[in-house]
């Protein structure tokens, strides 16, 4: 039987062609059914070269699909690939919109077509999400098609409605009795009538099942002995290849994909080239893909070979190392941990994970990682203490708590298996001390004296030597622009605070330079919140410099905003405004999601001050805050920002139902900042929905509150909101200094900050059209149609409108201007 000949059905490809019509296409059917040869051959016919990414039941599918397909843009565009890469998958509003950013500058090829093969092996929700926004902005020349057997979690109805996304079902791809015939007349020249109607009435069009029975008569073996599929795949394909080649099968099976070198490795057959070989030219369902050079099997016979497989336990071990001992070699890391985790070898991934050089974060992310440190013998994690204590650090920055001993309780036993092991030589006893007391830090986050009370001893353990766990590369301020606030927790205690955190660093000392500056950030931000104005700018251009020179962008950025600020209340806007887009830009050039993100935050907060809402990045102003943000965007500095914004957007009734929200996330970590300026938050909203004496009630229990640390600076920055409260409490209470600072201060910041104007971003009649069209669902070709202009033009006017409103994306112009009363309700 000819076994690697394909049907060509014009029918399919005129079908499929209509995936350049739009921006995602969904080709869904059993296993089984074709789907994916039904695309290569239309890409092939159709002369397409598409960027094919197949998904793997692998954890981190997603991470190389984001790899390959940020090289594919690097070969259009080598800047937006490269900033693409830096970025990674996003993961929330702020990243989500850089990305769409780039790719909307990226001038894809013709026919530009994205295949995600497999993709109900996709797993995470973040490229669900990209997948969708994709498809809603509509990029040129960008079609995506999923070819998946399954479509849920996959949320595309509105698209549907919209018009924005096509629905291919199985039966499509179901031959149909003409299609079934030639295909057996081309396999099988002399097929009898009678075999081909039994053919067709036990498949149906399902042309695997097809192509199993076409063999099973090659074989001798009549329509209708068997009639399950996995029976004929034992009898017509298992059965025709001797011991050796079905050993060889059901030992690939094990892996996902393979290269010919993994094969003969895995199976230890020499000739395992010359077999794939053979098995590549006359069965089906072993396949090459000469794109990644790799084998694959298909789904349908892998799933016969594995239920097959009589592997004993230690054979399949056997296997698993064999597999995870070369994807060590080749340093595919986090693969070779999922093989050799399977293959029961845990001891030798904390060998690997316990040198230096090997210790990283992102190593951790193996499939099976939490279950494999949750259940090995605590003797063996204490054979390899670097990589305990590395899984102990990632998963407290991570927020997962240990289900059965707390990490403190964990490390204070490992302190003590060390402390007493005998036959260690010092160096390396204290070396493992030093790293416990570094990963104990994090167990009492923003505690400041307990942190760094271990500080001296850390340096003496280590010797000068800096931790092979905290590295200088890590995010010191965890993507707040304020360091204080993220340590600031006990009234009374913010100048304390600050004077401890002023002294040298020794954290930075061990850490190879990680922190570096922020002894100065911590007198600058000090001097700032409390009114010393003057001390301000000399702390700041020092903690610049030296955090500069060790390349702590955290701190920069830290110390950038507390001059930026600082100018405002100096009244000298136009200087700030030129530090924010110096810092915008210098930040930029980093391609850092978390960077970006602290500089939208300073954005944010900078244009609500100054009460200019329409200059705040759009996804502030719409409100796409997450709890699963929380570390990601300044451990909850974002709604400190995003209460500022409502200020500024004069949305006092939603306001006060945010103000429990606040209140929750700043207490947490009793970041007491956030909780004063939620304070004020509520007061100026009660004061506008229920009257001045309901507010300044509120207001007066913020200031009595903020007396003792003599926090001055959050209450000037919201001059405009609570001056009128202001001149209600301060003559109750004459003889009170701190009040009177307060509305001096805020007559100071009312006078400077607020008389800068700035341009209004209003849109024209016909941008405004635009947008209503978009909003309905039509698409840039039948908006253009409508309003009889060309797609250029329709193009141009969307880069003006996002210029206008100051997003990066069509969905988030369009909620800005429904927001902002330029698109009403009814004609979204």
């Known amino acids: 039987m000819r076994n690697k000949r394909i049907l060509s059905r014009a029918r399919i490809d005129t079908v499929l062609f209509s995936v350049f019509d739009y921006p995602l296409t969904i080709l869904e059917a059993p296993m089984g059914y074709g789907k994916t040869t039904a695309v290569k051959m239309f890409t092939r016919n159709q002369s397409v070269r598409p960027f094919w990414f197949t998904f793997s039941d692998l954890s981190y599918s997603e991470t190389a699909f984001w790899d390959s397909f940020t090289d594919s843009i690097t070969e259009m565009d080598t800047q937006a690939g490269t900033v693409l890469k830096a970025l990674g998958l996003p993961s929330d509003a702020p990243q989500m919109e850089r990305v769409l950013h780039v790719l909307g500058g990226v001038r894809f090829e013709e026919n530009y077509l994205m295949v995600l093969d497999d993709y109900h092996l996709a797993r995470d929700a973040r490229l669900n999400s990209l997948l969708l926004r994709l498809a809603q902005e509509e990029f040129d020349g960008l079609s995506i098609l999923l070819v998946t057997r399954d479509t849920t979690g996959l949320d595309f109805v509105e698209l549907l409605s919209r018009g924005q996304c096509c629905l291919l079902p199985r039966q499509l791809l179901k031959f149909t009795e003409e299609e079934l015939g030639d295909y057996c007349r081309m396999m099988r020249e002399h097929i009898s009538e009678t075999d081909f109607l039994q053919v067709w009435q036990h498949t149906d069009g399902w042309i695997s099942f097809a192509y199993i029975l076409l063999l099973g008569l090659e074989n001798g073996i009549p329509v209708g002995i068997n009639t399950t599929m996995e029976s004929m795949i034992e009898r017509a394909l298992f059965a025709r290849y001797d011991h050796a080649m079905q050993d060889f099968l059901l030992r690939l099976s094990i892996m996902e994909e393979f290269t010919a070198e993994q094969a003969a490795m895995v199976t230890r057959a020499e000739d395992a080239p010359q077999r794939l070989k053979l098995l590549n030219?006359?069965?089906?369902?072993?396949?090459?893909?000469?794109?990644?050079?790799?084998?694959?099997?298909?789904?349908?016979?892998?799933?016969?070979?594995?239920?097959?497989?009589?592997?004993?336990?230690?054979?399949?071990?056997?296997?698993?190392?064999?597999?995870?001992?070369?994807?060590?070699?080749?340093?595919?890391?986090?693969?070779?941990?999922?093989?050799?985790?399977?293959?029961?070898?845990?001891?030798?991934?904390?060998?690997?994970?316990?040198?230096?050089?090997?210790?990283?974060?992102?190593?951790?992310?193996?499939?099976?990682?939490?279950?494999?440190?949750?259940?090995?013998?605590?003797?063996?994690?204490?054979?390899?203490?670097?990589?305990?204590?590395?899984?102990?650090?990632?998963?407290?920055?991570?927020?997962?708590?240990?289900?059965?001993?707390?990490?403190?309780?964990?490390?204070?036993?490992?302190?003590?298996?060390?402390?007493?092991?005998?036959?260690?030589?010092?160096?390396?006893?204290?070396?493992?001390?030093?790293?416990?007391?570094?990963?104990?830090?994090?167990?009492?986050?923003?505690?400041?004296?307990?942190?760094?009370?271990?500080?001296?001893?850390?340096?003496?353990?280590?010797?000068?030597?800096?931790?092979?766990?905290?590295?200088?590369?890590?995010?010191?301020?965890?993507?707040?622009?304020?360091?204080?606030?993220?340590?600031?927790?006990?009234?009374?205690?913010?100048?304390?605070?600050?004077?401890?955190?002023?002294?040298?660093?020794?954290?930075?000392?061990?850490?190879?330079?990680?922190?570096?500056?922020?002894?100065?950030?911590?007198?600058?931000?000090?001097?700032?919140?409390?009114?010393?104005?003057?001390?301000?700018?000399?702390?700041?251009?020092?903690?610049?410099?030296?955090?500069?020179?060790?390349?702590?962008?955290?701190?920069?950025?830290?110390?950038?905003?507390?001059?930026?600020?600082?100018?405002?209340?100096?009244?000298?806007?136009?200087?700030?405004?030129?530090?924010?887009?110096?810092?915008?830009?210098?930040?930029?050039?980093?391609?850092?999601?978390?960077?970006?993100?602290?500089?939208?935050?300073?954005?944010?907060?900078?244009?609500?001050?100054?009460?200019?809402?329409?200059?705040?990045?759009?996804?502030?102003?719409?409100?796409?805050?997450?709890?699963?943000?929380?570390?990601?965007?300044?451990?909850?500095?974002?709604?400190?920002?995003?209460?500022?914004?409502?200020?500024?957007?004069?949305?006092?009734?939603?306001?006060?139902?945010?103000?429990?929200?606040?209140?929750?996330?700043?207490?947490?970590?009793?970041?007491?900042?956030?909780?004063?300026?939620?304070?004020?938050?509520?007061?100026?909203?009660?004061?506008?929905?229920?009257?001045?004496?309901?507010?300044?009630?509120?207001?007066?229990?913020?200031?009595?509150?903020?007396?003792?640390?003599?926090?001055?600076?959050p209450f000037a920055e919201n001059a405009p909101h609570i001056m009128g409260m202001l001149k209600m409490i301060v003559p109750k209470n004459p003889g009170n200094g701190f009040f009177n600072r307060v509305l001096t201060l805020c007559r100071e910041y009312e006078g400077s900050a607020f008389g800068h104007s700035f341009p209004a971003a209003a849109l024209s009649q016909r941008e405004m059209d635009i947008l209503s069209l978009s909003a309905q669902g039509l698409n840039r070709k039948e908006l253009a149609a409508r309003l009889y202009i060309s797609e250029e033009t329709a193009k141009t006017h969307f880069r003006n409108i996002y210029q206008k409103l100051g997003v990066n994306s069509k969905m988030a112009a369009i909620k800005l201007a429904r927001d902002r009363g330029y698109l009403s309700l009814a004609e979204t």
């Open 281 to 713: 030219r006359e069965n089906a369902f072993v396949f090459y893909e000469e794109r990644t050079g790799t084998y694959h099997i298909h789904q349908v016979l892998q799933n016969y070979l594995r239920r097959k497989s009589a592997f004993s336990g230690e054979e399949l071990c056997a296997l698993y190392g064999r597999l995870g001992d070369w994807l060590l070699d080749h340093q595919e890391f986090l693969t070779a941990y999922r093989y050799l985790n399977q293959a029961g070898r845990q001891e030798d991934i904390l060998a690997h994970l316990n040198e230096p050089k090997n210790i990283r974060n992102e190593w951790l992310d193996f499939e099976g990682a939490d279950d494999m440190f949750g259940s090995v013998p605590r003797a063996l994690l204490f054979r390899y203490p670097f990589a305990y204590l590395l899984y102990i650090f990632y998963s407290i920055l991570l927020g997962r708590e240990n289900a059965v001993l707390g990490w403190g309780e964990r490390l204070e036993e490992l302190e003590r298996h060390y402390i007493a092991s005998e036959g260690l030589d010092e160096t390396s006893r204290n070396r493992i001390l030093g790293e416990i007391l570094i990963v104990r830090k994090f167990t009492v986050f923003n505690d400041v004296a307990t942190m760094i009370a271990s500080d001296e001893e850390i340096a003496r353990l280590l010797k000068g030597r800096n931790s092979y766990i905290t590295l200088p590369g890590n995010e010191f301020t965890f993507a707040s622009p304020h360091y204080l606030y993220l340590y600031y927790r006990d009234k009374g205690g913010f100048r304390g605070l600050a004077e401890l955190l002023s002294k040298e660093v020794g954290y930075a000392k061990f850490s190879g330079g990680c922190g570096a500056g922020s002894d100065a950030l911590a007198l600058a931000e000090y001097a700032l919140e409390t009114g010393g104005l003057e001390h301000v700018a000399a702390h700041c251009r020092k903690a610049i410099a030296k955090a500069e020179a060790a390349a702590q962008t955290g701190i920069v950025i830290c110390a950038r905003f507390a001059l930026i600020r600082l100018r405002l209340a100096e009244g000298k806007i136009p200087e700030a405004l030129v530090l924010l887009s110096q810092m915008e830009r210098e930040v930029e050039r980093s391609s850092s999601p978390v960077y970006n993100t602290t500089v939208d935050l300073c954005r944010g907060y900078v244009f609500a001050c100054l009460g200019q809402p329409e200059q705040i990045p759009s996804w502030l102003q719409i409100g796409e805050i997450k709890p699963s943000d929380f570390f990601a965007q300044g451990i909850a500095f974002n709604y400190i920002v995003y209460g500022k914004t409502l200020l500024a957007l004069r949305k006092y009734e939603e306001l006060e139902s945010r103000i429990e929200q606040f209140e929750e996330a700043f207490s947490v970590f009793s970041n007491r900042l956030g909780l004063l300026h939620t304070r004020i938050f509520a007061a100026v909203s009660r004061c506008q929905l229920y009257g001045m004496e309901s507010g300044a009630a509120i207001l007066e229990t913020a200031l009595a509150d903020a007396e003792e640390d003599y926090l001055v600076l």
